[in-house]
């Protein structure tokens, strides 16, 4: 019996067999090994539906970038994604969210915009201002443009937590109505976003240190038009 064994084993179709045999095992219990099993997400609250059917649910072969793109495109208020795997069947996924700094209000609906012009869902509580523009597509993961959109997140973002600005109107002549705390402000809305910001700090700083507050503030001309 054991001349036979030895005797089968000395042909070569024999041991490419048993080899493949192993082969096959040792394929089979490492995907069983490293199977995912637990998935947990930071911050917690982001939950994100992964169908285990089109991507292969084991650690060793997880397609991250595939992944990144997937979540991003399908979820526009996840900015960034990192996968980190911890051996042998726990995936964890890191998500940076996208940050509001307003929200647009057009055609009827509102949606969060932050600083790279990103639309997206948001039921943010923090007090934040209102962008009312003509935009050229209204809807969640695009990004945002339009007649006055970038001087107005220019505007935003060269005086937030600085100012309370409440709300940023293209009326009816094409310039921009910035609604501040105390002053109205009247500027071009395709002028140069950190130009008039610049100049609005300043002339805002100027009035506080005299201890007074414009009623209104008219940037749309060569020369600022004060009125006290």
């Known amino acids: 019996m054991k001349r036979r064994i030895i005797r089968l084993l000395s042909y070569p179709v024999v041991r490419i067999g048993i080899f ?35 991507i292969p ?28 795997k911890r051996y042998p069947h ?17 055609a009827g609906r509102t949606l969060a915009v932050d600083e790279e012009r990103m639309l997206f869902e948001s039921s943010a509580s ?33 005086f937030r937590s600085i100012e309370d600005i409440r709300a940023i109107v293209l009326n009816s002549d094409g310039f921009l109505e910035i609604s501040m705390r105390d002053t109205t402000v009247f500027v071009r809305s395709d002028g140069d976003g950190k130009k008039t910001s610049d100049t609005l700090h300043t002339l805002l700083k100027g009035f506080r240190m005299k201890g007074q507050v414009p009623q209104v503030i008219d940037l749309r001309f060569v020369n600022p038009v004060i009125i006290p």
């Open 90 to 106: 726990r995936l964890i996924i890191q998500f940076t969210l996208r940050e509001p700094i307003a929200f647009l209000e057009y």
């Open 126 to 158: 923090v007090s934040l201002p209102t962008l009312r523009l003509p935009v050229d597509e209204m809807k969640a993961g695009k990004t945002v443009s339009g007649k006055g959109v970038d001087m107005s997140i220019s505007i935003i973002q060269s």
């Open 20 to 54: 493949v045999c192993f082969f096959l095992i040792g394929v089979f219990g490492v995907l069983s090994l490293f199977q995912i099993r637990e998935i947990h997400t930071e911050p917690s609250h982001v939950t994100v539906e992964i169908d285990p059917s089109q």
């Open 57 to 84: 649910m084991n650690l060793l072969f997880f397609p991250e970038q595939k992944m990144k793109t997937f979540i991003v495109q399908k979820y526009p208020r996840v900015k960034n994604v990192r996968f980190i």
